[in-house]
């Protein structure tokens, strides 16, 4: 079991940086990967960010390309989103997730556990 807990959402102006961090509990960290998903209202979850379990590849959505950077401390069992350039359309709640080592990291039936959510809210 993996137990996920998000933090550092908040409420920005456009054009604005946030950090997300989610930190995770258990001693398997190391050997999962780990992604960022958003969801507005009722719409479907949808991915942001993927990194894998040694932190050597990232996947981005094409939407945050260049404003996003995910990142992982494994020593300190936690994952980071680090958002700039923040703009309207980027408000949501946030949802940091972890996968087995050959999941397919984008889709977001190959997560096993999810955080509860962090609210990012981005005012133009």
């Known amino acids: 079991q993996v137990q996920l807990v998000e933090s550092g959402g908040g409420l920005v102006q456009a054009g604005d940086s946030l950090r997300l961090s989610c930190t995770a509990s258990?001693?398997?960290?190391?050997?999962?990967?780990m992604g960022w998903f958003r969801q507005v209202q009722v719409k479907v979850r949808e991915f942001v960010a993927a990194?894998?379990?040694?932190?050597?590849?990232?996947y981005y959505a094409d939407s945050v390309k260049g404003r996003f950077t995910i990142s992982r401390d494994n020593a300190k069992n936690t994952v980071y989103l680090q958002m700039n350039s923040l703009k309207p359309e980027d408000t949501a709640v946030y949802y940091c997730?972890?996968?087995?080592?050959?999941?397919?990291?984008?889709?977001?039936?190959?997560?096993?556990?999810w955080g509860q959510g962090t609210h990012v809210t981005v005012s133009s």
């Open positions: 997730a972890a996968a087995p080592l050959y999941a397919n990291v984008v889709t977001s039936t190959e997560y096993d556990f």
């Open positions: 258990g001693r398997t960290f190391s050997s999962y990967n």
């Open positions: 990194i894998r379990w040694s932190g050597g590849t990232t």
